[in-house]
């Protein structure tokens, strides 16, 4: 079965920087555009990033843009997230998500059990 497992979560200070990892297993990795979203305290979810299967193409949220960045490796089965100039907002667990194909039109359908990123002076 798929399974998808999100570490590198902690605790940073404001203007600080983490990347996170995930783990992909039971399915072609290189066939599918792969996602983050993440969920604040008290809020719902929110969309963070896509990346196409080959990683040519990515795009963000307004609210990450110019600060994160997605990347993959194909050839470890692992999705990144580097995180630079954290903000308290920022607070919220990841979450990784696999689509339906290769481009993330497909939509989601598969996900992680988060990793918790805390943003605190």
């Known amino acids: 079965q798929v399974q998808l497992v999100e570490s590198g979560g902690g605790l940073v200070q404001p203007g600080g920087s983490l990347r996170l990892s995930c783990a992909a297993s039971?399915?072609?990795?290189?066939?599918?555009?792969m996602s983050w979203v993440r969920q604040a305290p008290g809020k719902g979810l929110e969309w963070v990033s896509d990346?196409?299967?080959?990683?040519?193409?990515?795009y963000y949220a307004d609210s990450v843009k110019g600060r994160f960045t997605i990347s993959r490796d194909n050839a470890k089965n692992t999705l990144y997230l580097q995180m630079n100039s954290l903000k308290p907002e920022d607070t919220a667990v990841y979450y990784c998500?696999?689509?339906?194909?290769?481009?993330?039109?497909?939509?989601?359908?598969?996900w992680g059990k988060g990793t918790l990123l805390t943003v605190s002076s």
């Open positions: 998500a696999k689509t339906g194909g290769g481009t993330a039109g497909y939509g989601m359908d598969s």
């Open positions: 039971g399915f072609t990795f290189s066939n599918n555009a």
């Open positions: 990346i196409e299967s080959g990683g040519g193409s990515t």
